[in-house]
């Protein structure tokens, strides 16, 4: 019903900038919640951010609070990832992911429908 595609991944300094997009497909998209998840190897997934159906609301995790910003635009039926200030630490594969329900947007097993992901990595 929704696939999701995400882009803007790649290598980065730290202290640089990367903005990451996820194309969601459907005619649907203003009825999902949308966030954003990252794993990075031999962790568990991890939220990172979230908005909800109109953008009216938005969660960050703790760690990204003031350096990143999650946006939407429902006429493009895109989201969008906003990274500043990167650190080592955020190397990750991040995931878009679309929540038709109205449970907790930090969980991941909330979300129903997953992008393959895009790989972020900050270099020191």
């Known amino acids: 019903q929704v696939q999701l595609v995400e882009s803007g991944g790649g290598l980065v300094q730290a202290g640089g900038s990367l903005r990451l997009s996820c194309a969601a497909s459907g005619r649907t998209f203003r009825d999902y919640n949308m966030g954003w998840f990252r794993q990075a190897p031999g962790k568990e997934r991890e939220f990172v951010a979230a908005i909800s159906r109109s953008g009216g609301t938005i969660y960050y995790a703790d760690f990204v609070k003031g350096r990143f910003t999650i946006s939407r635009d429902n006429a493009k039926n895109t989201q969008y990832l906003q990274m500043n200030s990167l650190k080592p630490e955020d190397t990750a594969v991040y995931y878009c992911?679309?929540?038709?329900?109205?449970?907790?947007?930090?969980?991941?097993?909330?979300?129903?429908?997953w992008g393959q992901g895009t790989q972020v990595t900050v270099s020191s």
């Open positions: 992911a679309a929540d038709s329900g109205s449970g907790s947007l930090y969980r991941p097993d909330e979300y129903d429908y």
